[in-house]
């Protein structure tokens, strides 16, 4: 989630353990539900996750890995559409319990903060696009 404020461009991120329960900052994102669209998976899960309420307004990408889930010995291959997102309000206090934390970061320091290099270029790809069309000063949100 990003949103322009008199003191820079700022970004939302959540925090989670990883399998070997270490703790990664990571964007919004989750599965979906049975007959969901990508894009009512990712403000459902921008939700869940931060408490905030987005509005998808473009397609930002797809990011695929691979990774092993250790209770089963499975290997999976896993893509994670990301979306630009309006900020339409919220609350961070109304998430739910999947994330241990949420906080609004300066980009530069979200930037260095990201567990994943993936997200990284997403979020700077996005950062750099809104700064080169002279962007007013809003509410954009990224997700899944």
């Given at each position: 989630?990003?949103?322009?404020?008199?003191?820079?461009?700022?970004?939302?991120?959540?925090?989670?353990?990883?399998?070997?329960?270490?703790?990664?900052?990571?964007?919004?994102?989750?599965?979906?539900?049975?007959?969901?669209?990508?894009?009512?998976?990712?403000?459902?899960?921008?939700?869940?996750?931060?408490?905030?309420?987005?509005?998808?307004?473009?397609?930002?990408?797809?990011?695929?890995?691979?990774?092993?889930?250790?209770?089963?010995?499975?290997?999976?291959?896993?893509?994670?559409?990301?979306?630009?997102?309006?900020?339409?309000?919220?609350?961070?206090?109304?998430?739910?319990?999947?994330a241990e934390d949420v906080e609004w970061l300066p980009i530069a320091e979200a930037l260095e903060r990201l567990s994943h290099?993936?997200?990284?270029?997403?979020?700077?790809?996005?950062?750099?696009?809104?700064?080169?069309?002279?962007?007013?000063?809003?509410?954009?949100?990224?997700?899944?």
């Amino acid at each position: 989630m990003f949103a322009d404020r008199p003191d820079g461009r700022w970004v939302v991120l959540i925090s989670r353990r990883n399998a070997a329960g270490q703790l990664q900052w990571t964007l919004p994102k989750g599965g979906l539900e049975d007959g969901e669209a990508l894009e009512d998976a990712a403000v459902r899960e921008v939700l869940e996750e931060t408490g905030l309420v987005a509005q998808v307004t473009d397609k930002l990408g797809v990011v695929d890995y691979w990774f092993v889930w250790k209770p089963d010995e499975v290997r999976y291959h896993k893509y994670v559409h990301y979306f630009l997102m309006a900020h339409r309000g919220g609350d961070t206090a109304a998430r739910d319990d999947e994330a241990e934390d949420v906080e609004w970061l300066p980009i530069a320091e979200a930037l260095e903060r990201l567990s994943h290099p993936n997200e990284r270029r997403l979020v700077e790809a996005v950062a750099d696009a809104t700064a080169r069309a002279g962007d007013s000063p809003g509410s954009h949100a990224v997700g899944q």
